[in-house]
DNA sequence: CTGTTAGCGCGTTCAT
DNA sequence: ATGAACGCGCTAACAG
């Protein structure tokens, strides 16, 4: 049906240079406006038939000829391995401010699974935010091979492609820190992958505080959860319904903290007084919600990353541009709001 | 940097038939697995080499190249506008595990501007999740001039494209006839888009069976806000905090229901005792949140979505397929759970 | 039965 | 302002 309603076909640019009583050559320099209006070579009138031309066919040019031909695509491709994340969110909202006046289009892949898509389709660059242990090696040759990679990864060394370093263990450090001034017993939300118990820098930072300030590390404590909110609000309910329920929670992303937030609020506690929760992330949900959410993250992370990516994209003809840091790393700070607040001796709770 | 290293150019078919000393269309014959009419049809030493110089040159091939001569990309776009709701993430869920057994790629664009996109980029077909007013006559001439599309909108024909309808009206009425067994005092929670106060037929829902319960409609009942999850915490808190607050919310989204639940248990009361609360979409993520939550909805629309959205994509060769209905419309359910139970005369609130 | 030649389909771009 | 070559992968028709 929709394919043999009225013209049904695709217009070509041979079908608009036939109405339009001029060359293929002449259209495609009005349309894509490089000998234009104001240029050497189409007249006004010329360029005006071409146009309503162009219009009463209803013809677009075919991004797909478009890019065989001149190499670009007008297009950057975001790999999101969770898009529930707010985190996600942020990064497509920066990128895309950054990415329409610019004319490229950002696509956003949901599947986790970007190695074979990455190949084929072909993006003026590429955001990926996650490698697992057996893609490294496809994410080399994909580099090698002609794609423009950004990568989110903490332990990867730019091979060909930029990596973005948010380093943060340090950050987390003094997240934890800072509930050890008003707490003891303290527990920490962490989702169980392969980075989750023992690997993890974010969860590293917990067990070193802990024993840095002389606090053995108790297992009830650790609320393992499978990377949801659901999950995470479970965890949280279950460290807090404990008998000797810890006084804070340390969650290693924003999205459990707010999960966290919720469960305990759930059960009757007042967040900032009965019980302190921390994130890891400053994630632009965290800022905006009530009570606002205290955490560590990077400063002006998701700007600067969709600069680098968008100049990545851009610079693919002029080699000179594509000069530069292949490493991004990031300062973290720690934002005390009302789910954390600074504790004195006076409101500390033990 | 990356564009000197290695390589660094994307090798091409005729490069890997160079290497292994053949011709390209033998190259290709080899890597789509396929051959004229026949069986297939070359021999096995030789694919191998194609196979290995493939490989050795990490080739793969190009999409767009291929687009081009095939018309087709093997790609869906979702347009989705917003991508926090959890509404969308259940699309792309859905689609996404109907597509990729078939070798196609779901892209999704976050920007609510398709109008500029779909027109260049090509996919096999696109759903779009909302069209403003502004939009229709964009989205006929699109229709007409080869894209294959699917738009869910209650008020829109199909010319020349597939209408989703969900037709929510009746729906909606049933979850505020659930709430009135057992409430007089009832607020609703709805966004203040162009559809929102008077146009919408989910708050019209609420109006008329108001009205028809002889219950008048009180405007601070009435709770704006701006689409955004945090603006439905901000509008559910003010309702909630009326000196003669309501007993229940009626909320014409489930994010906004959800929002709702975090903004009474963050005030202290309790979610299906104090206060009943009822979404509408039926969203996977209220059913497995905690109170799970009251919703109306269609059933199994997300299978049916995606499930309609690939017959599409796949059918653009053969015209045969294409014929059947191009609307599909969905019969919607109560959803009973504990964020609005039922009520007797025993338990009711007034 | 196996492999090659040649030309297609796009929009772009260089010479004329 | 134009004709024709170009870049890519696909595939009908052909040659061995």
Redesign the interface.
């Given at each position: 049906?929709?394919?043999?309603?009225?013209?049904?076909?695709?217009?070509t640019i041979r079908m608009v240079a036939e109405l339009a009583g001029v060359s293929t050559a002449t259209v495609s320099y009005v349309l894509s406006g490089r000998r234009g209006d104001g240029g050497p070579g189409v007249s006004d009138p010329t360029a005006e038939k071409v146009k309503a031309a162009a219009e009463r066919?209803?013809?677009?040019?075919?991004?797909?000829?478009?890019?065989?031909r001149t190499g670009r695509?007008n297009?950057v491709i975001l790999s999101l391995t969770m898009?529930?994340d707010?985190w996600s969110?942020s990064v497509?909202e920066s990128v895309?401010k950054a990415a329409?006046p610019l004319g490229i289009?950002?696509?956003?892949?949901?599947?986790a699974?970007w190695v074979k898509?990455l190949?084929?389709?072909?993006a003026d660059a590429v955001f990926v935010d996650a490698v697992r242990e057996e893609q490294r090696d496809a994410l080399r040759?994909?580099?090698?091979?002609?794609?423009?990679?950004v990568v989110f990864d903490e332990g990867l060394e730019p091979?060909?492609?930029?990596v973005i370093r948010s380093i943060a263990g340090p950050g987390c450090r003094m997240a934890v820190e800072h509930l050890l001034h008003g707490h003891r017993r303290i527990a920490c939300l962490t989702p169980a992958t392969a980075s989750g118990t023992s690997g993890g820098s974010r969860y590293r930072a917990y067990s070193d505080a802990l024993a840095n300030a002389g606090i053995p590390e108790r297992e009830d404590y650790v609320g393992l959860f499978d990377a949801t909110s659901?999950g995470a609000?479970?965890a949280a309910?279950r460290v807090l319904s404990l008998p000797d329920r810890p006084t804070a929670i340390y969650a290693t992303t924003d999205y459990a903290a707010v999960s966290a937030i919720?469960a305990a609020?759930?059960l009757?506690m007042a967040v900032g007084t009965d019980v302190d929760i921390i994130g890891v992330g400053n994630t632009v949900?965290g800022e905006?919600?009530?009570p606002s959410l205290s955490t560590v993250g990077p400063v002006d992370f998701f700007d600067k990353l969709a600069r680098l990516l968008l100049r990545?994209a851009t610079a693919?003809s002029s080699?000179e541009a594509?000069?530069?840091p292949?490493v991004l790393d990031f300062p973290w700070h720690l934002f005390v709001r009302e789910s954390a607040p600074h504790r004195s001796a006076a409101t500390r709770l033990y």
């Open positions: 049906m929709a394919k043999a309603s009225s013209t049904g076909v695709r217009p066919l209803g013809y677009r040019p075919n991004q797909a000829a478009r890019a065989i695509t297009t898009l529930s707010p969110l497509i895309q329409v289009t950002p696509m956003i892949l949901g599947d699974d898509v190949g084929t389709h072909n040759k994909l580099a090698e091979h002609g794609t423009t990679l091979e060909g492609f930029d659901a609000y479970a309910t919720n609020q759930r009757g949900e905006r919600m009530s990545r693919q080699p594509t000069a530069g292949a």
